[in-house]
T-cell receptor, first 115, second 117 residues
Framework: ETGVTQSPTHLIKTRGQQVTLRCSSQ?????VSWYQQALGQGPQFIFQ???????GRGNFPPRFSGLQFPNYSSELNVNALELDDSALYLC??????????????FGPGTRLTVL | AQSVTQLDSQVPVFEEAPVELRCNYS??????LFWYVQYPNQGLQLLLK??????LVESINGFEAEFNKSQTSFHLRKPSVHISDTAEYFC???????????????FGKGTKLSVKP
């Protein structure tokens, strides 16, 4: 069973640029959630994708967007980067639907630095 | 909206001493509660969870947590800590379920446990 993987591990961008982060969900999972963890803070929910549809969104502006693909992998896109976007971005996968559980499994994260 | 409060940002403790990391959540209808652990430069690992049933839940590495509905708490305890327990611990509550999938997790700000020899 393959766990949740994320790429890249680290990324440095400048203000105004755009970035794409990637996540491969655990085998058999159909739901991906994205979280932003700023330094010294707990993770904050960005959005969730279930069967390729956005299925819930936190308090993040529209320049944070995402996709989920037929194999349930996912991308997080951030446009017009700001300094405050510097954070660890965590992806979590889970099994949704009537057979699903509550538990989310996290990847190692992508560390984004905006200069 | 749900919220989670972790009352201690840092907890220093000596090896083999007991420890309690405190967590309170805002009251709501049925809640699901979790403790996650984060080692330096790593993602989150699930330590234990409360979904229903027995209010005392245990992990495989000696941690336990007790769900107290009247006090809206889910404190994490270990009777004897090891150096390897040094990490940051996050308490989380699951928000409402959206459609056919799970709701999002709402995290506290974390407690850094530092175990000293």
């Amino acid at each position: 069973e393959t766990g949740v993987t994320q790429s890249p591990t680290h990324l440095i961008k400048t203000r105004g640029q755009q970035v794409t982060l990637r996540c491969s969900s655990q085998s058999g999972h159909n739901t991906v959630s994205w979280y932003q963890q700023a330094l010294g803070q707990g993770p904050q929910f960005i959005f969730q994708y279930y069967r390729e549809e956005e299925n819930g969104r936190g308090n993040f502006p529209p320049r944070f967007s995402g996709l989920q693909f037929p194999n349930y992998s996912s991308e997080l896109n951030v446009n017009a980067l700001e300094l405050d976007d510097s954070a660890l971005y965590l992806c979590a996968s889970s099994l949704g639907g009537t057979r699903g559980g509550i538990e989310q499994f996290f990847g190692p994260g992508t560390r984004l630095t905006v200069l | 909206a749900q919220s989670v409060t972790q009352l201690d940002s840092q907890v220093p403790v000596f090896e083999e001493a007991p420890v309690e990391l405190r967590c309170n959540y805002s009251s709501s209808v049925s809640v699901y509660l979790f403790w996650y652990v984060q080692y330096p430069n790593q993602g989150l690992q699930l330590l234990l969870k409360y979904l229903s049933g027995s209010t005392l839940v245990e992990s495989i590495n000696g941690f336990e947590a007790e769900f107290n509905k009247s006090q809206t708490s889910f404190h994490l305890r270990k009777p004897s800590v090891h150096i390897s327990d040094t990490a940051e611990y996050f308490c989380a509550v699951s928000d409402r379920v959206y459609g056919g999938s799970q709701g999002n997790l709402i995290f506290g700000k974390g407690t850094k446990l530092s175990v000293k020899p």
